[in-house]
């Protein structure tokens, strides 16, 4: 069984100012994968990044980075230089061998202009 | 199609009516999986399919709901004497498999309303 938490139900950031989202997680899975979504109003779940969890290097995907901490099963999402488009949902999420992914409650981030 | 097309956009319901809400996965995707997500909530896991094969079907609410797969392609979730509380979001993704890990691809859902 896994489990998601997201504490933090909303953010805001100043365009071009960077932003960290909070995950914490549980699970039972020696090899599993964790991720951030981005949900938009358009209700479409697109994947902004993956980590396995058996690579120590933080994963990075141009402007989104993760800190992921496996002893303290935290994966905290950094956006850097945000932008308005970044305004969204985010939801963190976990999946083991069954690929059935478990997702947290998510958060809003609203980017300021 | 590009991606993962999901019909209807929208659906009203009257309580107790049937519903059926359709998934279109992107070609050649053999896993298929149905989420449902509430108002302000997360999506939760519904079920999963592998080609025509349901593997596993322990998130499904009740027995109104059922899900099928018949020729391993397109998807239907079926819901029978639909209740307020089944309205929600209900999302529908498809996976590849290549050499960097297992890749879902979510279409935009349906959003059902039950009144």
């Known amino acids: 069984a896994q489990t998601v938490t997201q504490s933090q139900p909303e953010m805001s950031v100043q365009e071009a100012e960077t932003v960290t989202l909070s995950c914490t997680y549980d699970?039972?899975?020696?090899?599993?994968?964790l991720f951030w979504y981005k949900q938009p109003p358009s209700r479409q779940m697109i994947l902004v990044i993956r980590?396995?969890?058996?690579?120590?290097q933080n994963a990075t995907e141009n402007r989104f980075s993760v800190n992921f901490q496996k002893a303290a099963k935290s994966f905290s999402l950094k956006i850097s230089d945000s932008q308005l488009g970044d305004t969204a949902m985010y939801f963190c999420?976990?999946?083991?061998?069954?690929?059935?992914?478990?997702f947290g409650k998510g958060i809003t981030l609203s980017v300021r202009p | 199609g590009a991606g993962v097309s999901q019909s209807p956009r929208y659906k009203v319901a009257k309580r107790g009516q049937d519903v059926a809400l359709r998934c279109d996965p992107i070609s050649g995707h053999v896993s298929l999986f149905w989420y449902q997500q509430a108002l302000g909530q997360g999506p939760e896991f519904l079920t999963y399919?592998?080609?025509?094969?349901?593997?596993?079907k322990s998130g499904l609410p009740s027995d109104r709901f059922f899900a099928e797969r018949p020729e391993g392609s397109v998807s239907t979730l079926k819901i029978q004497r639909t209740q307020q509380e089944d309205s929600a979001v209900y999302l529908c993704a498809s996976s590849s498999l290549d050499e960097s890990g297992e890749k879902l691809f979510f279409g935009s859902g349906t959003q059902l309303s039950v009144l």
């Open positions: 699970t039972s899975e020696n090899n599993y994968y």
């Open positions: 999420a976990c999946t083991g061998a069954n690929s059935k992914l478990t």
């Open positions: 399919f592998q080609n025509e094969a349901q593997l596993d």
């Open positions: 980590q396995e969890a058996y690579k120590q």
